[in-house]
């Protein structure tokens, strides 16, 4: 009952997406199973000895750092939801501390590397469709759910924008250079009317060889194959390509928070990771350029 309840406050009053919430009943059910194998059908009655043997129990199972935090922090929002409605005033989640994250090395392309890629696909339909995809995903530095969420009346060519909706429906308008609009411009007058041909009625942007909406795993082949076409050092992700462009942002003069706004990041902890990236690359030109380095 509780967990359907809260599943419901988060699509209808925090407007999150359908897999954010899913993860969420997903971790919550996980929680209220092992409450229930240790006879307590109540979770309003939890404890936080409770919590402790839910993550020792995690850690023996070789759950990584990352998912455990992910964990604790779906039970703390249920638990918080809890004691908001009034259901209870305890939280078992108080005084938890989350297992610390060894940060891994961002992978981003070379500006070098992005150009040997974005010169990859040829001048075939599909190839016009390939190089507008890979403009767009570094131009704007979007998620892969959002590519692939555009539809037509998503693009301004003629102002040079493209509006994205992101995670809790929080749209956001991310500015095209002019090559990103070229290639669309391309796309849209030419390549996509003979991929959609008599689906005169398909609103997405991208589509498939059978004038479909592109999926994630259809987008996720293109990346790769391109990828090695271009003989990168990392391999191709959509990921890959939004590391990328936020370095790079950086390590031309953007500013943080422009940056977060951009990127569509709630936290502005979540942008400040790729500043790792541009003082690794000072520390390079340091070491290089001074004398006495």
Known sequence: MYTDDFIEFLKTEK????????????????????EASRGITDVTSSSSTEMVAWLHQLKEMGRSASTVNRKVASVRAFYRYLIDRGYTQTDPTSGIRSPRIERKEIEYLSIQEIERLLESPDDSVRGIRDRAVLEVLYATGIRVSELIDLNMDSINLR????????????????????????????????????LVRERTEETALFVNQYGRRIT????????????????????????TLRN????????????LKSLQELMGHD???????????????????YD??????
């Not at 462009?245 to 953007?254: D, E, I, P, T, Y």
Request: proline share 5%; with cysteine.
């Open 288 to 293: 290089r350029a001074h004398p006495r380095a």
């Open 159 to 194: 102002m040079g924008f493209v509006t994205c909706d992101g995670p809790g429906s929080r749209a956001r308008i991310i500015p095209l250079g002019r090559p990103a609009r070229a290639a669309l411009d391309n796309y849209i007058s030419g390549a996509r009317p003979q």
């Open 267 to 285: 936290d502005i902890t979540a942008t400040q990771v790729y500043l790792s990236a541009t003082k690794s690359r000072l520390k390079d030109v």
């Open 15 to 34: 407007k999150m997406a359908k897999n954010s919430c899913e993860a969420y009943r997903r971790d919550v059910s996980e929680f209220v199973a092992f």
């Open 216 to 239: 994630r795993q259809g987008l996720w082949k293109i990346l790769r194959d391109y990828g090695e076409k271009a003989q990168l050092s990392h391999s191709l992700t959509p990921h």
């Open 244 to 255: 990328s462009f936020a370095v790079h942002m950086l390590q031309n003069g953007a500013d």
